[in-house]
């Protein structure tokens, strides 16, 4: 529908980000594939929307997502370099010292495709942060439901490192 409003060949952010829904809703279909093509799409034209080599959060979404994808097709060096993109990109936009959600999402991503890579003290790394970081956001003696699974992970990726 937005298509035929904005027009075939019109790059549009609602566009775009209607097509990274809908990557996103296919992931949870579990059909990747389909996924991946869409959320490729969001990603190009986001590019087109918000010019080549602009650091914008929603490029960073989309890079992220983009990572899950690879990530649920069991291509781990592409989810890693999507990962890692989105990170990069979201630092950019917001910097490296500010505790940001989606930043602290994002470096969980970077520790999960670390850890089913076997790198456990990378993954170790990556989680830490994110736990510091929601810490950061929503306090150290909450019981915010985004930082119990992230202490979790930790200390399960503790004692793998302990054991290596």
Not at 51 to 60: D, L, M, R, S
Request: proline content about 3%; overall charge positive.
């Amino acid at each position: 529908m937005d298509k035929a409003i904005h027009g075939q060949s019109t790059a549009h952010p609602d566009i775009a980000e209607l097509l990274d829904n809908i990557g996103g809703a296919y992931n949870g279909l579990k059909d990747h594939r389909k996924s991946l093509s869409c959320l490729q799409q969001s990603l190009e034209m986001s590019k087109r929307v918000y010019g080549p080599g602009i650091a914008h959060p929603k490029v960073a979404g989309t890079l992220s997502n983009i990572g899950y994808a690879w990530h649920s097709l069991g291509d781990l060096r592409q989810a890693m370099d999507y990962c890692e993109q989105a990170l990069q990109m979201q630092n950019t936009v917001f910097g490296e010292t500010t505790a940001h959600d989606k930043t602290a999402t994002y470096l969980n991503n970077l520790g999960v495709v670390c850890a089913d890579l076997g790198d456990y003290k990378k993954a170790l790394g990556y989680h830490q942060q994110s736990l510091q970081m929601l810490q950061t956001i929503y306090g150290t003696d909450t019981t915010h439901p985004r930082i119990a699974p992230r202490k979790q992970m930790v200390n399960m990726l503790r004692l793998m490192t302990v054991k290596l």
